[in-house]
């Protein structure tokens, strides 16, 4: 995957001429996004857009069917390119379209939020729901090109731009380096006054791609990427079921929350650092409280393809930079966690 910015889509949207452009987004995207595009980009002027309706619930079969309906009426060929112009939900979706529509058409993600940025835009990963199980039908698919272009955070809220800070701060607790510099300043990702740190962005970035680079199909290091998301997955199914609001970086804030508890008792993570995660994330996000639907959590526990029978598989903590990969965590483990 490279990671480049406008101009370069601008140039290598030109040497295309004979190729139907289609430009998948949702409402807001269309309204924050779309003229800064088509701006920076003028191939794009004219390009076919595929608008769904934004939100999570989006993430289904049938939204992927429609879209290739859409497209097939609209002439799209082997040759067609699609662009991802929105968030994780927006980038997920076209991933995935791109990589069965015609068996693989080009795919160019243009990731418009802060999570999307760090996170879902960079290693391959596409998919959708089943229900209200996350990512349950996906497929691996690298991006032709992915752009990054920070103007588009500008219009973010600011309760969209704590969901990508979650995780910012989880690869900064993968990362002894970055944790420093997250520590040194007090959110390097959402300091208005300055605007935000694209440096520190940057090198979440980077981490993320070099840990991809190592080990594409998560057959190992890119376990750690997982860390808080096992019990994240399952407050984001309990909330779809419930119909709570609740976006994904919140529910990794505290997934990795509970993690660095049971890293706490299980792998003797240092006290004082554990203290001070558990601030910097009370301070920025509600903490969900694991008791309270603390059955329906471990029947999606037991739901995710990574465990069996009650058993489950977690990433937890030695210290700060040091993942265990595959601690296994009992049921009691979780009941008899205390909350926050
Ligand atoms: N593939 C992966 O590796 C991976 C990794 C992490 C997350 N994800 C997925 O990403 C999704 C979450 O991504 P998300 O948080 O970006 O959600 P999202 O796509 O729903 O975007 C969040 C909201 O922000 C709006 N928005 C997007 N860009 C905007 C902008 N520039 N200005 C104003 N509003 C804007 C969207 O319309 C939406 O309402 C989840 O489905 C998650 O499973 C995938
Ligand atoms: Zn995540």
């Not at 944790?179 to 300091?191: G, H, Y």
Request: hydrophobic content about 40%; some cysteine; proline content about 2%.
């Amino acid at each position: 995957m490279k990671k480049q910015n406008l101009s370069f889509l601008q140039d290598f949207l030109s040497q295309k001429p004979d190729s139907k452009k289609f430009i998948l987004l949702d409402e807001n995207t269309y309204t924050h996004c779309l003229p800064i595009l088509i701006e920076n980009v003028e191939e794009l002027y004219g390009a076919e857009v595929l608008e769904i309706e934004s939100g999570e619930r989006s993430k289904s079969l049938s939204i992927v069917e429609n879209l290739c309906q859409a497209m097939i009426e609209s002439s799209a060929d082997k040759e067609s390119i699609l662009i991802s112009l929105g968030g994780g939900v927006i980038t997920d979706i076209g991933g995935f379209i791109a990589s069965i529509f015609k068996r693989g058409i080009q795919h160019i993600a243009i990731p418009t939020t802060l999570l999307a940025m760090v996170d879902a835009s960079i290693g391959g990963k596409t998919g959708v729901n089943v229900g209200e199980v996350k990512n349950q039908i996906g497929t691996f698919n690298t991006n032709t090109i992915t752009c990054i272009h920070y103007e588009f955070l500008d219009s973010l809220k600011k309760r969209q731009v704590l969901n990508g800070a979650a995780e910012m701060i989880k690869v900064s607790l993968l990362d002894e380096k970055l944790w420093e510099k997250l520590d040194a300043k007090d959110s390097p990702w959402n300091n208005k006054k300055e605007g935000f740190d694209y440096k520190f962005i940057e090198s979440c970035i980077k981490f993320k791609k070099r840990i991809v680079k190592e080990d594409m199909y998560e057959k190992g290091r890119r376990k750690i990427l997982n860390f808080g998301h096992s019990l994240a997955h399952a407050f984001e199914s309990v909330a779809l079921l419930k119909n709570i609001d609740l976006l994904h970086g919140e529910a990794v804030a505290s997934g990795m929350f509970y993690a660095i508890m049971l890293s706490e008792t299980k792998l003797s993570f240092p006290n004082d650092k554990a203290q001070e995660i558990y601030k910097l994330l009370k301070k920025n996000y509600k903490i969900i409280d694991i008791q309270e639907d603390i059955d329906l959590v471990i029947n999606y526990l037991n739901a995710d393809k990574k465990n069996i029978n009650n058993e489950f598989r977690f990433i937890l903590l030695e210290d700060i930079g040091k993942p265990y990969i595959n601690f296994h965590i009992i049921k009691d483990d979780l009941i008899n966690l205390k909350t926050p």
